[in-house]
């Protein structure tokens, strides 16, 4: 079966330090990979999204970027954190037909 | 951009209670699905509807599709603690799913 994992699940860390968040599959080759934001519960903003290694499309921009070294891991980075950056970050993957799973979340906190 | 409105924002109901909870658009989707998020959780699929007045039941809900394919609704009949969480709408324009703000919902026992 697929699974998904992402780590941390929670981060605090100071304006201005970098940023590295990983996601990774199992089960599944050459998913389409995705990192959402979620703001205080509320619906959720596409950053990236990527359909094989090395491709990557961003849909807001934004003091991140996102990079895919493996078929199945994606990395949401930052060079320097901004307070705006706090919120819970979600990474996914799926097929848009058949709905996307979730992995459990990383709450960040900038401070 | 398309946009999903969900209503209402905040639901707090009594258990055995029933709710609806809507998802509307000015914007034809070719798709449309629901998610449940528990605090702390991602969410996670609850049902996808793809024709226009479609109709899908899981136990206790109930999911519709607008006939225009710009709307839906969830229908909870005798809520249950359980049922607690955000429930998220996700249309599908293209290549993009855009996500409503969500409704959070809370099940008194």
């Known amino acids: 079966s697929q699974t998904i994992h992402q780590w941390p699940a929670t981060l605090v860390q100071p304006v201005g330090s970098p940023l590295s968040l990983e996601c990774t599959v199992e089960?599944?080759?050459?998913?389409?990979l995705y990192w959402y934001r979620q703001a205080a519960g509320r619906g959720l903003q596409l950053l990236f999204y990527s359909v094989g290694i090395g491709q990557i499309s961003s849909e807001v921009p934004q003091n991140l970027s996102a990079s895919r070294p493996q078929d199945r891991q994606f990395i949401l980075s930052s060079k320097k954190l901004l307070l705006s950056d706090s919120g819970f970050y979600l990474c996914?993957?799926?097929?848009?037909?058949?709905?996307?799973?979730f992995g459990s979340g990383t709450r960040l906190t900038v401070v | 951009t398309q946009l999903l409105e969900q209503s209402p924002q905040f639901l707090s109901i009594q258990e055995g209670e029933n709710l609806t909870v809507y998802c509307n658009s000015s914007s034809v989707f070719s798709s449309l699905q629901w998610y449940r998020q528990e605090p702390g959780e991602g969410p996670v699929l609850l049902v996808t509807v793809v024709t226009g007045g479609e109709v899908k039941k899981l136990k206790r809900l109930t999911f519709q599709f607008g006939d225009a394919r710009k709307d839906s609704s969830l229908h909870i009949t005798a809520a249950q603690p359980g049922d607690t969480g955000l429930y998220l709408c996700?249309?599908?324009?293209?290549?993009?799913?855009?996500f409503g703000g969500g409704t959070r919902l809370m099940v008194k026992p």
């Open positions: 996914a993957w799926g097929q848009i037909n058949y709905g996307y799973t």
């Open positions: 089960g599944t080759s050459n998913p389409n």
């Open positions: 996700a249309g599908r324009a293209g290549n993009m799913l855009t």
